[in-house]
């Protein structure tokens, strides 16, 4: 759904996050019904004490309970976070990555099933036995959130957030900043769209997610490079690629913590990771939100 990808550059990928200083990797069981966890397991292995990984739970293929979400390989995925099943998840998840814990376990999708004190409580409880380190949540509502806080610490929230993705801004950063919760800002690049690697001309492969998509239809990828042009003054002046501008860009607002940032290869690896070492002025992050206002 995200274009393909090859499981010995995925795992080289991993290994080149490693080399180059990149030491928190997010994965989850839903990714390729357990795969993408057992790649980020054999990138690291003998490496363990580098990496900081975070995986989740609560989108389940082992029971029918919850709610159905989408269908995977031929098999139906339910969103639940049922304690039996968090605990059961976690066990697997331990063996997939091949690790006796797991520094970041968050709540992959909120089960509108099982209450949170519940979810929470099996949380606690890995928490306590030392087979999780810390606990997140993950595509929640600011009020989900403050229900998990008043059971429990939570150390980060992961949502849906770019240059134009930005519904989380009035409530949720304010929420996780004023509870010291870390933000994580996944699809920063929105799937591709901000790399400026993406033009009017594009086509994309039958089963790909982005085919048929209104955001990468042709108006809005116009759009899309009519706002880099804009801002090439800028990246060019920094000697960085639209990508990196944006990476850094992201970085730079209020309360986000953390940018996931997808990468196939060893190469998209090496150029996300100096995005981390541009500093922006306060001006020139303006002009690069300016320059997004009003896409989608």
Known sequence: MWGGAEEQESIRAVEAALDCGMTFIDTAPAYGLGLSEEIVGRAVRGRREKAVIATKCGMVWHTTRGTF??????????RY???????????HSLKRLGTDYIDLYQTHWQDLTTPIEETMSALLQLKQEGKIRAIGVSNATPAQVREYLSFGPVDTDQERYSLIDRKQEPEMIPLCIANNIAFLAYSPLANGLLTGR????????????RKGSKRFGQDNLARVTAAFELLKPIYERHTITPGQLVIAATLAQPG????????RSRAQVEE??????VRLTEQEVAEVVGAFEGIR
């Not at 993406?198 to 997610?209: A, N, Q, S, V, Y």
């Not at 996300?272 to 070492?277: F, T």
């Open 69 to 78: 979400f989408l269908e995977q390989d031929g098999k139906p995925v339910h």
């Open 81 to 91: 976070l049922g304690r039996e099943s968090v605990i059961y998840e976690c066990e």
């Open 198 to 209: 993406i033009g009017p001309e594009r086509t994309f492969k039958e089963g790909d997610l």
């Open 256 to 263: 986000v913590t953390h940018a996931l940032v997808g990468a």
């Open 272 to 277: 996300n990771v100096k995005a981390a070492e």
